[in-house]
C-alpha cells in the first residue's frame, strides 16, 4: 500500500514540474509577444508623427499662398448668373443605341428567321431518339 502511495505521490510531483514548465513556458512567450506587439505601435505611434510633421510642412499658409498665387490667378469670384436653379437644368437625354440607329438606316434592324431542323430528321442526343413530326423512324 506505501509503495503503491509512493508511486501517486512521485508521479504527482513529475506531473505537477511538468504542468508548471509549461505555464513557464506559454508565460515566456506570451510576454515576447507582448513585447514584440509594443514595439510594433511604438513604430506606428512614430510613423503616425512623422506623417503628422510632413502634413504640417505641407499645409502650411506661406507655401499653400504661394502655390494658389501660381495657379489660380485666373480664378474670380462665382457670379450670380453663374447659379441656376435646379427646375432649371436640363434632363438627361435619354440613351441612345448607336448601333441599332445605324441598322435601322440599312434596313438591317427587321427580325431574321431562326432556321429551324428539316421536317423528318431524326436526332439523337445521348440515350434518347427523337424523331421530329412528319417522319417515323
Do not use: C
Not at 500500500?1 to 506531473?15: T, V
Not at 510576454?31 to 503628422?52: C, D, N
Amino acid at each position: 500500500m506505501r509503495r503503491l502511495l509512493h508511486i501517486l505521490a512521485i508521479a504527482a510531483l513529475i506531473g505537477s514540474a511538468l504542468y508548471s514548465y509549461r505555464i513557464k513556458y506559454d508565460t515566456l512567450y506570451l510576454s515576447e509577444q507582448v513585447a514584440k506587439l509594443k514595439s510594433r505601435i511604438q513604430r506606428e505611434k512614430e510613423a503616425i508623427a512623422v506623417l503628422r510633421a510632413e502634413w504640417q510642412f505641407v499645409n502650411r499658409p506661406d507655401r499653400i499662398q504661394t502655390l494658389a498665387d501660381k495657379h489660380l490667378h485666373d480664378l474670380a469670384p462665382a457670379a450670380i448668373t453663374q447659379t441656376v436653379r435646379w427646375a432649371e437644368i436640363p434632363q438627361r437625354p435619354a440613351a441612345t443605341d448607336s448601333i441599332g440607329a445605324k441598322l435601322e438606316a440599312l434596313g438591317l434592324a427587321a427580325p431574321t428567321a431562326t432556321p429551324s431542323a428539316r421536317t423528318g430528321d431524326v436526332r439523337t442526343t445521348g440515350s434518347i431518339t427523337t424523331t421530329t413530326p412528319g417522319r417515323k423512324p
